[in-house]
């Protein structure tokens, strides 16, 4: 699951699109109540620029496919049609094209969804280095929500453009979400938090919130609706509502993520901490009430860094409320 350039705050958002690959596409946003406005390098410039390439949390994409969703608004299936809709009136903002099952624009199909992802970044040299995991639910289970914590680490001490994640999708790559923590120097060298999704060939994304190392977040993936061929979640981070934003899905997400990657050649770049434990997970299915529900996660390398511990991903144990995987960075 590469995620790179997105668009957003000024700090946040154009950092994994302006930082390592110095790709500043304008993108016009909305101030947030605690959410920094959406910077104006990114998606408004990006569209005039066709053939640009910009990193995001799901490797570099073109810039033209990547879309600020603002509060208020959100991803929908209208008519056949993915579009940004007014939340309240379903006013029509913008219009994506039909909708297609199973589009994966340049890039998904999960499983080997994010080993795709990485060969296309290595392709246009935007190479995110680090380990992922993901877990199959049980044949004919969809996601109801799925939550994960995880303490924000302490600042890297040279230039570096990283992110960690948990997320949800579907194993034919047509519904994608991340609540995704990054970090960017050159725009205030800071941890933000920032909500994103992908969907009939399109990237889309919240405003990004700053947090300080210490900080506890949860990133949570909650679905809110399914109606044959349409299923809606919400994407956010507990407690930050201001960047918590609703997308509709052709398919309904069956497959849950964590992943740490970091676009570096050294662990140098890397934080200074040993590790980061992502924990608490709670996955609940369709139909499962409020049981926690057990995850086995399968380990996948794409080019992890050799770190002094010599330990890249650890999966501490498996299960229910006690699922926990490590993440290494020294």
Same mark, same amino acid.
């Given at each position: 699951m590469k995620h790179e350039n997105f668009t957003s705050t000024p700090s946040k958002i154009a950092f994994l699109l302006s930082a390592l690959f110095i790709v500043t596409v304008a993108i016009t946003g909305c101030k947030k109540q605690d959410a920094k406005p959406a910077s104006?390098?990114?998606? %408004?410039?990006?569209?005039?620029n066709q053939s640009k390439m910009v990193a995001t949390p799901f490797g570099m994409v073109l810039a033209s496919k990547v879309h600020l969703i603002e509060q208020g608004t959100e991803v929908a299936q209208v008519d056949g049609h993915v579009k940004k809709i007014n939340s309240e009136t379903g006013a029509v903002i913008e219009d994506y094209g039909a909708v297609t099952a199973t589009s994966s624009g340049n890039e998904n199909t999960s499983g080997s969804h994010l080993s795709s992802m990485h060969a296309l970044a290595a392709q246009t040299g935007g190479v995110g280095n680090g380990y992922y995991v993901y877990g199959n639910l049980p044949s004919g289970? &969809?996601?109801?929500?799925?939550?994960?914590?995880?303490?924000?680490? +302490?600042?890297?001490?040279?230039?570096?453009?990283?992110?960690?994640? *948990?997320?949800?999708?579907?194993?034919?790559?047509?519904?994608?979400?991340?609540?995704?923590?990054?970090?960017?120097?050159g725009q205030g060298a800071t941890w933000f938090i920032q909500n994103w999704g992908f969907a009939n060939g399109n990237y889309f994304h919240s *405003?990004?919130?700053?947090?300080?190392?210490?900080?506890?977040?949860?990133?949570?993936?909650?679905?809110?609706?399914?109606?044959?061929? %349409?299923?809606?979640?919400?994407?956010?981070?507990?407690?930050? +509502?201001?960047?918590?934003?609703?997308?509709?899905?052709?398919?309904?997400? *069956?497959?849950?993520?964590?992943?740490?990657?970091?676009?570096?050649?050294?662990?140098?770049?890397?934080?200074? &901490?040993?590790?980061v434990a992502m924990k608490s997970m709670n996955l609940q299915y369709?139909?499962?009430?409020?049981? *926690?529900?057990?995850?086995?996660?399968?380990?996948? +390398?794409?080019?992890?860094?050799?770190?002094?511990?010599?330990?890249?991903?650890v999966f501490v144990n498996n299960g229910t409320t006690t699922s926990q995987v490590d993440f290494y960075f020294q």
């Amino acid at each position: 699951m590469k995620h790179e350039n997105f668009t957003s705050t000024p700090s946040k958002i154009a950092f994994l699109l302006s930082a390592l690959f110095i790709v500043t596409v304008a993108i016009t946003g909305c101030k947030k109540q605690d959410a920094k406005p959406a910077s104006p390098t990114t998606a %408004n410039t990006a569209a005039t620029n066709q053939s640009k390439m910009v990193a995001t949390p799901f490797g570099m994409v073109l810039a033209s496919k990547v879309h600020l969703i603002e509060q208020g608004t959100e991803v929908a299936q209208v008519d056949g049609h993915v579009k940004k809709i007014n939340s309240e009136t379903g006013a029509v903002i913008e219009d994506y094209g039909a909708v297609t099952a199973t589009s994966s624009g340049n890039e998904n199909t999960s499983g080997s969804h994010l080993s795709s992802m990485h060969a296309l970044a290595a392709q246009t040299g935007g190479v995110g280095n680090g380990y992922y995991v993901y877990g199959n639910l049980p044949s004919g289970k &969809d996601i109801k929500s799925f939550s994960t914590s995880w303490v924000v680490p +302490s600042a890297p001490s040279r230039d570096s453009t990283l992110f960690l994640w *948990n997320g949800a999708d579907n194993v034919d790559g047509s519904s994608f979400m991340q609540p995704v923590l990054g970090w960017e120097d050159g725009q205030g060298a800071t941890w933000f938090i920032q909500n994103w999704g992908f969907a009939n060939g399109n990237y889309f994304h919240s *405003n990004a919130i700053d947090v300080a190392s210490g900080t506890t977040v949860t990133g949570v993936i909650t679905q809110k609706s399914a109606t044959g061929g %349409n299923y809606t979640y919400t994407i956010a981070f507990s407690g930050h +509502s201001s960047i918590t934003y609703t997308q509709s899905f052709p398919e309904p997400a *069956n497959q849950v993520i964590q992943c740490w990657e970091a676009y570096s050649n050294t662990y140098l770049a890397f934080p200074p &901490d040993q590790k980061v434990a992502m924990k608490s997970m709670n996955l609940q299915y369709v139909g499962s009430g409020t049981t *926690n529900q057990p995850i086995t996660w399968v380990q996948t +390398s794409d080019g992890a860094i050799y770190t002094p511990s010599g330990n890249n991903t650890v999966f501490v144990n498996n299960g229910t409320t006690t699922s926990q995987v490590d993440f290494y960075f020294q």
